[in-house]
């Protein structure tokens, strides 16, 4: 059984870790327990200017798996406020042009167009994988996709020169269908060398097995299945009239990634929720969580690695680490550029919402805080619970269950240190 344990906590930090940074920051999440039953809470800070007349701010702690209440509660309170920030990496060329690289080279423009291309390509091999077919142009990928990666699809069809890609089919040596995907270079002309040489995905690396990624479903819906709660993306409604995307695209990530030396598989695996856990996860998750205790067991885990993600992030192999590094200052920084231009131009908005990762969460206070703002309350809303009478267990049975399941993810943070 401890083993048993120990292998679903590990697969419970990357279920989470793959979904976003979660390393829970000091004060926006507490655990609340009374012997028979425990849960986790998250806030939303109020914030006010220190001085003179300025909006209030509602920081919100989003976790990406929770109950639905949660995100109903969160969904209601948000819908309130005048303008709502929410994090979403955007399509490609959507992001702000104050967050790209100033006045782009063809060098660059290339660099651009190949991330695009390789962006494609792991998308139409997890097309035809699903189909098990090619498919014939950029709409019918795009109308086969689902979730997160369909909406990134959309405008990743035009190369660093803003010219439209080509999509063509190929016969390959062993008689299977290929494909290649293909820009004309800066003379957007065939042919030609140096920067106006044309641009193919068959040229580069075949893709690796992180970029080929996870074929079983994905770990975060069995775990939402396993432990009968429900992701976000799913339960918010993030299209209002007062909804604002506050992140960068999807060109400007893999262009810091690039730079750090991630691995270009961790973000599509932090898009779509696959994880180099998932087929032995997969299995585990389903016969554990087919039963009421085994369901509270989970979301027992889920608490707790959720109350020591900080010190368990730092167990994250080299690409992920990598990846959140990078994701999470460079995404901060649209967040307070977009907030610091609200408060300065847009005088009649008296409240602003914002609603990200946890693990975004102190980096955002402290620019919030530089603003010459400062705290002013707390509201908590429950975004998860697990009980002895849900799980039909005694009270003396569910704590040693709790017990055992702290005790196993104590171990996992000492060897984190």
């Not at 948000?78 to 060329?93: A, M, N, T, Y």
């Not at 080279?105 to 190949?114: E, G, L, N, P």
């Not at 506050?246 to 695996?269: C, N, P, T, W």
Request: charge should be negative; glycine fraction near 10%.
């Amino acid at each position: 059984m401890k083993s048993c344990v120990h292998v679903l906590t590990t697969i419970c930090f990357w279920a989470l870790t793959t979904a976003t940074a979660i390393a829970r920051p000091d004060g926006f999440a507490r655990v609340v327990e009374d012997g028979t039953s425990i849960k986790l809470e998250m806030a939303v800070r109020e914030y006010a200017p220190k001085e003179g007349n300025g909006p209030k701010i509602y920081l919100a702690a989003a976790v990406h798996i929770g109950e639905e209440d949660f995100y109903k509660q969160l969904q209601q309170f948000l819908d309130k406020q005048d303008i709502v920030l929410f994090e979403g990496v955007k399509p490609p060329g959507a992001g702000a042009a104050e967050h790209d690289a100033a006045d782009r080279s063809d060098a660059q423009r290339i660099d651009v167009t190949k991330r695009r291309i390789r962006f494609i390509a792991m998308a139409i091999d997890r097309y035809r994988a699903e189909h098990k077919k090619l498919p014939t142009s950029f709409e019918q990928l795009e109308e086969g996709t689902k979730g997160r990666i369909a909406t990134l699809l959309h405008g990743a069809h035009r190369d660093g020169w803003d010219r439209d890609l080509q999509l063509t089919t190929i016969e390959q040596e062993d008689g299977e269908l290929g494909f290649d995907i293909v820009s004309l270079g800066a003379d957007g002309q065939p042919g030609g060398e140096g920067p106006a040489a044309d641009i193919r995905f068959r040229d580069q690396p075949a893709l690796s097995k992180s970029e080929r990624g996870d074929r079983s479903g994905g770990i975060q819906a069995k775990m939402a299945e396993a432990t009968g709660l429900v992701f976000q993306l799913n339960a918010m409604h993030h299209d209002g009239p007062n909804w604002r995307n506050s992140d960068l695209s999807i060109d400007q990530v893999q262009e810091r990634l690039d730079k750090s030396g991630a691995d270009a598989g961790a973000l599509f695996s932090m898009l779509d929720g696959s994880s180099f856990m998932s087929r032995i996860g997969s299995a585990l998750l389903g016969f554990i969580g087919s039963n009421p205790e085994g369901k509270a067991m989970l979301r027992l885990m889920l608490i707790e690695m959720l109350g020591h993600a900080g010190e368990l992030i730092k167990q994250a192999p080299g690409g992920m680490g990598k990846l959140m590094e990078v994701i999470l200052e460079d995404r901060n920084q649209v967040v307070l550029a977009d907030l610091k231009r609200i408060i300065e131009t847009e005088k009649d908005i008296r409240t602003i919402g914002i609603i990200y990762g946890a693990g975004h969460l102190p980096g955002l206070e402290a620019g919030i805080l530089a603003l010459g703002y400062q705290p002013a309350g707390d509201t908590w809303f429950t975004a998860m619970r697990a009980s002895a009478q849900d799980a039909g267990l005694t009270e003396a049975r569910f704590k040693a269950t709790r017990d055992m399941v702290s005790r196993m993810v104590e171990a996992q943070v000492k060897r984190a240190k």
